[in-house]
């Protein structure tokens, strides 16, 4: 007998043999013996997931990256304004999302796990510079001025913007306790009140190793309609 007819009666065997089982006979004899070939299946499949997954976010870069810490808001935060309106705005396409992420933490004494949890990946987040801006709460942007972590506004932002919003501008201690703009308040516009942000963490701060500079100089001027 040929190989090819040998391989065609094994076949036509084990057919026989599982139509004669019961359902449930069927599933334990495939499993029994052939789960080295199902975990072979399976651990495949998983690895082409996981390199069509990690070259699709190679291609990814956020259009921006907003971490809103501290909104104590009675409603729940909408960033549709930022995630959907600013996106289109911008023209940015689907490899160029915007991010809105948010976050509570406290600091000192009063930190918690979960605080310390958020500040980490907040560090990861400069550290690999996704991270462009935060909104939050003076004290949050007093806490990462102190770490040098805020660019000035005074000497980041270009004149005609400096000039509109100049009456805006919060000032925090850096690292060598000088005095500097490490905020602008945003109450009182369409953006906060769109996001639900509470009065108290509607403060914008940049990241000062984010490269998105440009766009975030936009997304000041579509904030303040300049």
Known sequence: MSLKDQLREEVRAESQKLKDMSFQDKLWYIWEYYKIHIGGV??????????????????IHPGLY???????????????????????????GE????YVESMYITYGDNATELSYASMAKISALVASKDLDIIISDQESAD?????????????LLPADILSAVEDRLFF?????????????????????????????????????NSDETETVFALIRYIFGL
């Open 42 to 59: 399976v651990l495949a499949f998983l690895l082409i997931s996981v390199v069509v997954t990690s070259v699709r976010n190679i291609s």
């Open 66 to 92: 907003c971490v809103v810490l501290n909104n104590l808001s009675s409603q729940d935060m909408d960033t549709s304004i930022l995630e959907q309106d600013f996106h289109d705005h911008m023209g940015f």
């Open 95 to 98: 490899k160029q999302p915007v």
């Open 172 to 208: 925090s201690l850096d690292g060598q306790g000088r005095p500097t703009a490490s905020s602008l308040d945003l109450k009182g516009t369409a953006l906060a009140g769109s996001m639900r942000l509470s009065e108290d963490a509607s403060y914008l701060s940049v990241i000062s």
């Open 143 to 155: 806490h990462y001025a102190a770490l040098d972590g805020l660019a000035d506004l005074e000497k």
